[in-house]
């Protein structure tokens, strides 16, 4: 049998970085350096940003329940046990600290009121990748990073001081956005040089204010920052929340570390090699697209753009290695892609080599605002907020790699056969939902289905903190949970709690790097289950 490499996950740290953080490298040559602006050096960081979102992404999608390993090959060791060590999801630390050095020059060399739009865009997104770095690895280097030589050894701060924070500046950013724009100082953010909006900055905003809403959101359930967040909620204003999707865009096309970084983890690689040629689905996550076998709802519209062959798409438990199956990708495609080959793109997730890359959807806007509303957090109307984030979700599936939702498709259609034929469930159903705590389940259940193999990070983020999607603790049937069945996890869930500080920070910060956290039994600060 063919081994696999127990360093699965990290592979795809290194090929998800050295797609498109050069993509717009400013500086080609590494021995030479090179005096740069804020011009140049934001929109490459933001690129950069799109890399890293997609490779937190992919390194979950076995610890979220996405994927799983084929049947009939062994040697995954790590990757399906959750034995994870020091040397596994490395990347995940260093490459945010090197992207938000890019920031933090942003912000240092921006201090002019001409520059406020570029601080500010920088503020927003150096919040953002410090958020996914906190809610992996909890107390991280934040007040004394990023000063370079001048500060080799920095402390570390707690995690939920960071994120307070990152509250704060994402205000200032908002701010600096309005001050900017009730004025006529500022300098325009040309269109050719915002990778993520196009220069609008109302839709930065927006993002920011989203940003934000995930954050108090996960700070409202410890009740040591219950106030704290409720005070917060109430500066919201009137700026909005975002509703339409989060996509980094410089112009992706089909060439060697050029593809969009999503694409290139699931659909092939420029040189029309498949990029999952030993992963499939799990039974779990199919289970939410049909009832075959035992699964929760009914959803032909999203499965089909999904998952090549649904829906009798290949499928494994993770950790099954030894059976004599069949259960592999189709040959020479992805499980992922359902273009005609590699030269025809597609729908759904793995759509073409030049779609957008997504940090944050549309869909999940809409159900942070939904759950925000029931907690009574902020006002509206729940089922209206959850009912645009299913369509949402539909309607960036549905899209080809030019953002066009294709002919053949009926969004509105879709949606409404979609709440037709799942009426009598409780997923699905938002009126079946009596209670607020069912309502949460209705809602983050949602989530998790449309942040499929998009931000499986975040999704997983949510399943912690909230035990949503319901799993069955303990429990050997793959339609029941996601855990591993070769898990040596002591939780009661057989699942991970957290991942592990990198080894060079032992080495490098040994005085500094917290002691004793553990795989299993240590938490991130918003997880209290």
Do not use: H
């Amino acid at each position: 049998m063919k081994k696999i490499l127990n360093n699965l996950l990290i592979f795809t740290i290194v090929v998800g970085l050295s797609s498109c953080k050069k993509y717009l490298d400013i500086n080609q040559n590494t021995n030479s350096s090179t005096t740069s602006s804020p011009a140049l050096v934001l929109p490459q960081a933001i690129v950069g940003s799109a890399s890293i979102s997609n490779t937190y992404n992919t390194n979950f999608f076995y610890p979220g329940g996405f994927q799983a390993n084929i049947f009939g090959v062994g040697g995954y060791g790590g990757a399906i046990t959750y034995a994870y060590s020091a040397s596994n999801f490395t990347g995940l630390f260093s490459s945010v600290y090197d992207n938000a050095v890019d920031y933090q020059y942003v912000i240092d060399n921006s201090t002019t009121p001409a520059l406020a739009y570029s601080a500010a865009i920088a503020r927003i997104m150096k919040a953002l990748m410090f958020s996914k770095l906190v809610d992996q690895y909890n107390d991280v280097p934040y007040s004394e990073a990023l000063k370079g030589n001048a500060l080799l050894t920095p402390k570390y701060d707690k995690a939920e001081d960071i994120y307070k924070d990152l509250v704060s500046q994402l205000s200032l950013a908002i701010k600096a956005i309005n001050d900017g724009q009730a004025g006529t100082v500022a300098n325009k953010v040309v269109a050719s040089t915002d990778p993520l909006f196009k220069g609008d900055m109302n839709l930065w905003k927006q993002f920011a204010n989203t940003i934000k809403l995930r954050l108090l959101i996960k700070m409202a359930g410890v009740p040591a920052l219950n106030a704290y967040a409720k005070t917060e909620f109430a500066a919201l204003g009137t700026t909005g929340f975002l509703s339409t999707d989060a996509l980094v865009q410089p112009g992706y096309v089909k060439e060697a570390g050029r593809q969009a970084p999503l694409y290139n983890s699931l659909g092939f690689g420029s040189d029309n090699t498949r990029a999952q040629g030993q992963q499939i689905p799990t039974k779990w996550i199919l289970s939410f697209y049909t009832l075959t076998g035992g699964g929760k709802l009914t959803d032909p519209g999203r499965g089909s753009v999904i998952y090549r062959g649904f829906p009798s798409t290949a499928t494994n438990q993770l950790g099954e290695e030894n059976a004599t199956s069949s259960q592999v990708p189709p040959t020479g495609f992805s499980s992922w892609f359902t273009g005609v080959d590699a030269n025809t793109p597609g729908l759904g997730v793995a759509k073409g080599p030049s779609q957008g890359q997504p940090i944050m959807l549309a869909a999940e806007s809409q159900f942070l605002q939904a759950e925000a509303i029931v907690r009574g957090y902020i006002t509206g109307t729940a089922k209206t907020a959850f009912t645009a984030g299913v369509t949402s979700s539909f309607n960036y599936l549905y899209q080809n790699q030019s953002g066009v939702v294709d002919a053949s498709k009926n969004v509105a259609a879709d949606v409404a056969t979609y709440f037709a034929a799942n009426s009598t469930s409780r997923l699905a159903n938002f009126d079946l939902a009596l209670t607020d705590e069912q309502k949460i389940e209705t809602i983050i259940t949602q989530k998790y289905i449309a942040l499929n193999v998009i931000n499986a990070d975040e999704a997983f983020n949510e399943f912690r903190r909230t035990t949503y999607p319901t799993i069955v603790n303990g429990s050997a049937n793959p339609l029941l949970t996601f855990a591993s069945k070769v898990s040596v996890s002591t939780r009661p869930d057989k699942l991970i709690g957290r991942i592990l500080y990198p080894q060079q920070e032992f080495s490098l910060n040994p005085s500094n790097v917290p002691q004793g956290i553990t795989l299993f039994g240590s938490r991130i600060f918003w997880d209290l289950n």
